[in-house]
């Protein structure tokens, strides 16, 4: 990356605000829309709006160095999830599904710092990109790239004006038959499947690990920051990263759907018309003088529309049915220990007694809180 082109991308960033106000839910890592004081998703309370106009330049643009620690660490914060941001966007076109892990890492590591202390818009940067990356890697109902979407086939038309090269230059393409690729619905179904998607994605969050490890970053969970945040940071910094990745239901990796089971994923079930001869039935015309010289002929089955086979009634044709590891939400259960929080009161603090304590207790760095030893820190049971 050279340093233009991270030039560009803070400009981008920074550019990128306006819009309305996009918050991260500290306790799930969904993005509120909404507004309110609440999250949508899990209740959690969320961070306050911001006031209207961030009359107070951002902190990131503050070269004069007086910066409180609350400035520095969203400073840092700011440098990494720009770095993400730069390898998501590098990965995004060829590689959704690695450019969706460093979004989520973005995400994650954003949950340290405050939003005034950001450039506007910062969050909203990461948030779409995550949004054009689930799109990407969605599992049905997809827009067909072959033919855009439109389901009929693009077909090059030579010279078919003749002699007239203007003509024939003006109309490259003309209109076919149904695209081959979608059978003419114009959305991909059933092509990428549930589980292949969620192997996909689980792929890409490999593949981003080798990005990060290569970076000199430590896994943190499934978060990966610098290697000196897990002496630096408190153990509710900590916990913040992690849950925000560890909300996820582990069994659908937050597709919230698993195959279907009576079609074992595929959306459809063998047409069950019984005149149904591959996808052709057997129609008798009438008025004839005996049954014996009664034509036939050969219609498409009206069942099937020809093509042997129908949606299944279980997932409505998708493929996909509520995972039952999350019922379908896509989220994880609260840890019991902890409810959700990732720490817990520090122990090494409630057994000394606070008069003895000279210097900040080494365990939780002063802040009473360590991280919870039953999730340790992810803030949800793991499956
Ligand atoms: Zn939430
Ligand atoms: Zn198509
Ligand atoms: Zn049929
Ligand atoms: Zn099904
Ligand atoms: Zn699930
Ligand atoms: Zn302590
Ligand atoms: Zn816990």
Redesign the pocket.
């Known amino acids: 990356m050279t340093r233009l082109s991270s030039g560009i991308l803070t400009l981008i960033l920074l550019a990128a605000c306006a819009c309305g106000q996009l918050r991260i839910c500290g306790s799930c890592g969904r993005e509120d829309l909404a507004g309110g004081t609440a999250c949508a998703v899990c209740k959690g309370p969320l961070p306050p709006l911001e006031p209207g106009q961030p009359d107070s330049a951002p902190a990131l643009s503050d070269a004069s160095g007086t910066g409180s620690v609350a400035d520095a660490l969203s400073k840092q914060v700011f440098d990494l999830v720009k770095r993400d941001v730069e390898a998501a966007r590098q990965e995004e076109d060829r590689r959704p599904e690695v450019a969706l892990a460093r979004y989520e890492n973005a995400r994650a590591l954003l949950t340290l710092a405050r939003a005034e202390h950001l450039p506007p818009g910062t969050a909203r940067v990461v948030l779409d990109g995550l949004q054009r990356c689930r799109t990407a890697l969605a599992v049905a109902g997809q827009a067909c790239s072959a033919c855009g979407g439109s389901g009929r086939q693009q077909v090059a038309r030579v010279q078919l004006a003749g002699g007239d090269g203007e003509a024939a230059a003006e109309t490259k393409l003309t209109t076919g038959a149904a695209c081959a690729t979608c059978g003419g619905a114009g959305t991909i179904r059933g092509r990428r499947g549930v589980e292949a998607t969620r192997l996909l994605i689980l792929q890409g969050r490999r593949e981003a690990g080798l990005q990060q490890q290569a970076a000199g970053r430590v896994a943190a969970g499934r978060a990966w920051i610098p290697p000196s945040w897990p002496q630096e940071r408190t153990p509710e910094q900590l916990a913040l990263i992690r849950r925000t990745l560890a909300a996820e239901c582990s069994a659908c990796a937050g597709l919230g759907l698993e195959p279907c089971r009576r079609c074992l994923g595929s959306g459809t079930l063998p047409c069950k018309n019984k005149a149904c001869r591959q996808g052709w039935v057997e129609q008798t015309v009438g008025n004839t003088l005996t049954p014996k010289t009664a034509l036939t002929r050969r219609v498409k089955c009206p069942d099937c529309q020809g093509t042997t086979r129908v949606a299944c009634p279980a997932c409505r044709g998708g493929g996909g049915t509520a995972c039952s590891g999350c019922n379908g939400t896509g989220t994880s259960e609260p840890c019991r220990s902890c409810g959700g929080e990732g720490t817990v009161p ?1 122990r ?2 409630r057994t000394r007694a606070t008069t003895e304590q000279t210097e900040p ?1 080494e ?2 760095q ?1 802040t ?1 809180r ?1 991280l919870c030893n039953r999730c340790h820190g992810e803030g949800y049971q793991s499956r």
């Open positions: 520090c090494s603090c207790c365990t939780c002063g009473r360590m």
